[in-house]
């Protein structure tokens, strides 16, 4: 064992694990934090999709031991800390969407669309359609097009 500190939903953790452990285990299994769901466990679906230091990361795939004490890690639990509110803005436009049917993949979805609003704006430009493409995250419900149309609601109000 091994003890790892990073910056979770604002404040700093430490545990106890073998390095080599996901950080998806460690937010789920050690502290608790179930937002980030488990789904396919090799980066693909994205159902765990996260920010660190503001950028999205899928924490299934990333080794704890790759997180320095200095990583801020935000999860859907912190999101709406980020803002100072009840809920997000982009979570706000999920519901004014009724985007969710089983919700698995919300989280997930939420933070990917987060992560790229924050990036065409430090680019200097909206989202486009080719962005909202790029989305990897995956919905077996298949909401893909109330997705699209609360990302673009909360793109507004971000």
């Not at 950080?23 to 488990?38: C, E, I, N, Q, S």
């Not at 704006?121 to 080719?130: K, L, M, P, T, V």
Request: with cysteine.
């Amino acid at each position: 064992m091994s003890s790892h500190t990073f910056v979770l939903n604002g404040e700093k953790v430490t545990v106890d694990v073998e390095p080599g452990v996901r950080l998806l285990w460690v937010l789920r299994d050690v502290l608790g934090v179930t937002g980030p769901k488990y789904g396919c466990g090799i980066n693909v679906c994205k159902a765990c999709t996260s920010h660190v230091n503001g950028k999205a990361m899928n924490p299934c795939s990333v080794p704890v031991d790759q997180i320095s004490p200095d990583d801020e890690i935000t999860t859907i639990e912190g999101l709406a800390d980020t803002v100072e509110k009840d809920l997000h803005p982009m979570q706000e436009a999920w519901i004014e969407h009724d985007v969710a049917q089983c919700g698995y993949c919300q989280p997930g979805q939420i933070m990917a669309a987060v992560a790229l609003v924050r990036k065409v704006r430090e680019e200097g430009r909206a989202i486009s359609e080719a962005d909202l493409d790029g989305i990897r995250n995956i919905c077996r419900c298949g909401t893909y097009t109330r997705i699209r149309e609360a990302i673009r609601t909360g793109e507004q109000h971000m």
